[in-house]
């Protein structure tokens, strides 16, 4: 004769499971809204004062730079804008991770903290390789 399963109700959460859950998606939302405004802002610049900008890797090598970035931010390039909100769109995840490591940490949870350090050793790990150009 089988056993009847009986249905075992997940743990409750915790205040603080409850606060890093919240403070791991306001960072998100944010990142997103913000990426948002930054690409609808670039885009109306774009539309307002139009500018072809081939993107061979000629010039992107020559004009794509932190010099070229942040003196686009000063006069309203819309490339400018829309690369900072790209930069903002790919950082928010990692900044995700960052909070989820300190979380993990602080409440004592040693596995989750050493796997959540390992995801984000990947992340930099392959952004380093990348930049270097290893393929």
Excluded: C, W
Excluded at 44 to 57: E, N
Excluded at 111 to 134: A, D, M, N, P, W
């Amino acid at each position: 004769m089988r056993q009847k399963e009986t249905y075992n109700p997940p743990a409750p959460v915790s205040k603080a499971e409850q606060k890093i859950y919240s403070e791991v998606y306001d960072v998100l939302l944010l990142g997103m809204l913000v990426s948002t405004v930054l690409f609808a802002f670039g885009l109306v610049l774009a539309l307002i004062h139009p500018h072809f900008i081939p993107l061979t890797r000629d010039y992107v090598l020559k004009d794509y730079n932190a010099a070229y970035f942040f003196r686009g931010l000063i006069t309203l390039r819309p490339s400018a804008y829309m690369m900072l909100a790209t930069l903002l769109l790919i950082l928010t995840p990692v900044l995700r991770v960052l909070i989820s490591i300190y979380a993990f940490f602080s409440e004592g949870d040693h596995k989750y903290t050493l796997v959540t350090g390992i995801v984000f050793l990947v992340i930099v790990l392959t952004v380093l390789l990348g930049r270097l150009g290893l393929k």
